[in-house]
Nanobody
Framework: QVQLVESGGGLVQAGDSLRLSCAAS????????MGWFRQAPGKEREFVAA??????????DYADSVKGRFTISRDNAKNTVYLQMNSLKPEDTAVYYC?????????????????WGQGTQVTVSS
């Protein structure tokens, strides 16, 4: 069982930056692929970014809408995954969820993730 707790959301202006954090419980954090998803009102949950590693190399994947602006990273020693969000736009407004997948394979599909956090609100004003 893995518990995920997100933090770092808030209200910012367009062009600002935010860093989201997701603290995970459990001893096997390094064996999980981690992802960030978001859900805006009236819309389906969508993929933002994911990260995994094979003990040698880090692998990441991003949605096209955030490439070049968002960066996902993780600190296995701290059981934490981060999402650095730069050049934020009003369309980035959503609840952001952290998720963990028991497999190490990168995925952009919510159904491939086994554990979810409660979400943190990000609001970007124009």
């Amino acid at each position: 069982q893995v518990q995920l707790v997100e933090s770092g959301g808030g209200l910012v202006q367009a062009g600002d930056s935010l860093r989201l954090s997701c603290a995970a419980s459990g001893r096997t954090f390094s064996s999980y692929a981690m992802g960030w998803f978001r859900q805006a009102p009236g819309k389906e949950r969508e993929f933002v970014a994911a990260i995994t590693w094979d003990a040698i190399t880090w692998y990441t994947d991003y949605a096209d809408s955030v490439k070049g602006r968002f960066t996902i990273s993780r600190d296995n020693a701290k059981n934490t995954v981060y999402l650095q969000m730069n050049s934020l736009k009003p369309e980035d407004t959503a609840v952001y969820y952290c998720a963990a997948s028991q497999g190490r394979r990168l995925s952009a599909t919510p159904a491939d993730f086994d554990y979810w956090g409660q979400g943190t609100q990000v609001t970007v004003s124009s």
